[in-house]
């Protein structure tokens, strides 16, 4: 592949196993047999395998040690008590070492098929022979089993869920407070996404409060994570130990107290337009494209993938307002 261009991706998260190439036009039809072999045709092998396996758990070892990674997983865990989103992605030393090359093998054999790939292209290509290309790539392949879906879901939440993890190797205090919200699909999404930039604007935001007027923290933001199952609207800041309960509590009301109503317009337009442009970063290269419209997709589902911009560009003031109300006023 590096003859051919360069890899891109090569990564493992909640939802997906991401992987691709990117390549100048006159090669693609070669790197796409050398990506569909790579990808679909792995030879297991005992010594190479048991040295995968040592490689993970090295990786493993370096997030114990790193307090953000810790309080993450913490958050995880608390958030999600059935779904599997509630693990660590890289998973456990204790099941990583139990892992047995012939049921790995099958598991891979079972899941890296047409059936459970989003195969995503993005450049400078006439659709339909593209198309073509890809049907006589991958259309004849044998298809695995029609769904390996577990039909679980979170029981609801009733109250309020803290815990606390002392880091000796760390002198800062760390927090991490947010809800569950509904997954990619869900027609809120774009909203709550809105609704974590307004929360990060420095004039109106949480910044505005903590960091300029309070001086409590030194750094402070709110991500909306999108998932395929669930999404999570969480809210992180850095301070001294000290503050950290009266952190906590600001936090917490604001979001529950926030109204996007009260934004001023240009304010809002300004959020929005910086949210459509970071979309846009997102695609900045072919490569880039093409793994963000497969996330887009697995996650969200193609025909939201299809309208996220459209939908951003039509949300109003109250199209957030009613999607705090409605998603994100609980179970701080």
């Given at each position: 592949m590096q003859r051919l261009g360069r890899e891109a991706g090569g990564w493992t998260w909640d939802d997906e196993i991401n992987f691709g190439f990117e390549v100048p036009k006159e090669n693609f039809r070669e790197a796409l047999a050398v990506y569909r072999e790579a990808l679909l045709d792995l030879q297991f092998e005992e010594a190479w395998f048991e040295d995968e396996k040592r490689v993970v758990r090295q990786e493993m070892?370096?997030?114990?040690?790193?307090?953000?990674?810790?309080?993450?997983?913490?958050?995880?865990?608390?958030?999600?008590?059935?779904?599997?989103?509630?693990?660590?992605?890289?998973?456990?030393?204790?099941?990583?070492?139990?892992?047995?090359?012939?049921?790995?093998?099958?598991?891979?054999?079972?899941?890296?098929?047409?059936?459970?790939?989003?195969?995503?292209?993005?450049?400078?290509?006439?659709?339909e022979e593209m198309t073509a290309w890809l049907r006589e790539e991958w259309g004849a392949l044998a298809p695995g089993p029609l769904s390996f879906e577990l039909g679980l879901a979170e029981?609801?939440?009733?109250?309020?869920?803290?815990?606390?993890?002392?880091?000796?190797?760390?002198?800062?205090?760390?927090?991490?407070?947010?809800?569950?919200v509904p997954g990619g699909a869900h027609a809120d999404t774009p909203a709550l996404t809105l609704l974590a930039a307004l929360l990060n604007d420095a004039s109106h935001g949480l910044p505005?409060?903590?960091?300029?007027?309070?001086?409590?923290?030194?750094?402070?933001?709110?991500?909306?994570?999108?998932?395929?199952?669930?999404?999570?609207?969480?809210?992180?800041a850095r301070m001294r130990p000290e503050?950290?309960?009266?952190?906590?509590?600001?936090?917490?009301?604001?979001?529950?107290?926030?109204?996007?109503?009260?934004?001023?317009?240009?304010?809002?337009?300004?959020?929005r337009r910086s949210l459509l442009a970071q979309e846009a970063r997102a695609g900045a290269t072919a490569a880039d494209r093409a793994e963000r419209l497969g996330i887009l997709v697995n996650r969200r589902g193609l025909d939201a993938a299809r309208a996220l911009l459209d939908r951003y560009a039509a949300l109003t003031p109250a199209d957030v307002l009613a999607a705090l109300l409605n998603d994100a006023s609980h179970g701080l």
């Open positions: 070892h370096r997030g114990f040690e790193q307090p953000d990674r810790i309080l993450y997983n913490a958050w995880d865990e608390l958030a999600f008590r059935v779904h599997p989103y509630g693990r660590p992605v890289i998973g456990s030393e204790k099941a990583v070492l139990a892992l047995d090359l012939e049921a790995t093998e099958r598991y891979y054999r079972e899941r890296f098929t047409p059936n459970h790939t989003i195969l995503s292209v993005a450049g400078d290509f006439d659709p029981p609801e939440q009733r109250g309020p869920r803290t815990r606390t993890e002392h880091v000796p190797q760390t002198s800062d205090g760390l927090v991490l407070t947010g809800v569950v505005q409060y903590l960091v300029e007027q309070e001086k409590w923290v030194s750094s402070v933001g709110a991500a909306h994570y999108v998932m395929k199952d669930y999404a999570t609207l969480r809210i992180s503050t950290v309960a009266a952190v906590t509590d600001f936090a917490n009301s604001f979001l529950l107290d926030f109204d996007p109503t009260r934004v001023p317009g240009a304010i809002f337009e300004e959020v």
